[in-house]
């Protein structure tokens, strides 16, 4: 996950992009559709909104204020979000169908929009507490957990060390971290270490490596398929958590002992979190199911939101 690291410098462009910069551009996704037959998977079409509408509610978890919000009924099912995010870009699509039958909750990260911080540093253990202490304070013993990038590593840090508070396990986009993980490629990486040009431009750039490129150029307009973001996040928290991934030691001599069935998810052109590191933790976690799925990014749950949480609801429910 350390190739994960510079997206810190793009960030603000890209919820600058996100915000209202991007326009629809050439492409067809019918025509596209043709030329990928092995891409059967379909894209929402029209514009796509948020959770804006469900109340944002505030419990006191350790030394902070933990902002959440809940949906549905059912089993719970706790969501855990990627590095520089917040709770109000998880796919509107993806919620749906999750809050069908589970009672989703959704958080931001300490430091992160509506969720307070406190001076301790930042560490991927702390998340993981404080996704802990979450539960505990919703009165809730044993949650499924779906973590997404940074939140998949949150999620394994959660079950190693929290055992009794998971029952299914979702890792999608996640690596095992430490010398164990298998970093994106030099121009990857080089893309990600790119600060030049405008704002647009650099959103774009990053864009770019969320999303396969000839999907995205048959889904150039952002607003189709990605929430336009209503929180604000402190600079400096994207500094911690910079931090916080950059320290962190990874969990491969430790995935053995997860005992919670888990299913490791990504799509097969992620170029961020690579497809290989999904076999990586799936051959180490006993009975782990590996899942990728074709055509999809590291923004996979963008692309597909509908089959994305078809997936997840299979796995949860089998």
């Not at 462009?13 to 019918?30: E, N």
């Not at 998340?127 to 802990?132: I, L, M, N, R």
Request: charge should be neutral.
């Amino acid at each position: 996950m350390r190739s994960f690291l510079p997206i810190a410098i793009l960030i603000p462009a890209l919820l600058l992009l996100l915000a209202g910069c991007t326009a629809p551009g050439p492409g067809t996704p019918d025509s596209l559709a043709t030329s990928t037959p092995l891409v059967t998977l379909h894209a929402p079409g029209s514009p796509v909104q948020g959770v804006g509408q469900v109340p944002v509610k505030k419990v006191r978890v350790d030394d902070i204020e933990i902002a959440y919000k809940e949906l549905g009924q059912g089993k719970p099912l706790l969501l855990i979000m990627g590095y520089g995010s917040t709770m109000d870009l998880w796919p509107p699509a993806v919620l749906s169908n999750l809050s069908a039958n589970h009672r989703v909750i959704v958080f931001d990260n300490r430091g992160m929009g509506n969720t307070t911080s406190s001076d301790k540093p930042f560490s991927i253990s702390l998340f993981a507490d404080d996704a802990s202490g979450l539960l505990d304070a919703l009165n809730i013993s044993r949650a499924d957990v779906l973590g997404w990038s940074m939140g998949a590593d949150i999620t394994q840090e959660l079950a190693l060390r929290h055992p009794g508070k998971v029952n299914r396990l979702i890792l999608y986009a996640g690596t095992v971290g430490g010398n164990e993980s298998i970093p994106a490629s030099p121009v990857v990486l080089e893309q990600l270490t790119n600060s030049s040009g405008s704002a647009r431009e650099r959103g774009e750039r990053l864009f770019s490596l969320l999303f396969p490129p000839i999907w995205l150029h048959g889904y150039p307009d952002s607003r189709t398929y990605f929430p336009i973001p209503t929180e604000t996040s402190p600079p400096e928290s994207y500094a911690r958590q910079v931090e916080a991934i950059g320290s962190w030691n990874g969990t491969y001599s430790r995935l053995p002992g997860i005992r919670s069935p888990t299913l490791v998810l990504n799509g097969a052109e992620d170029v961020i979190s690579v497809p290989a590191n999904a076999f990586v933790i799936g051959k180490r976690i006993p009975g782990a199911w590996v899942i990728q799925v074709p055509g999809g990014g590291h923004g996979m749950m963008y692309q597909y939101p509908e089959q994305f949480g078809r997936i997840v609801s299979f796995f949860l429910d089998s």
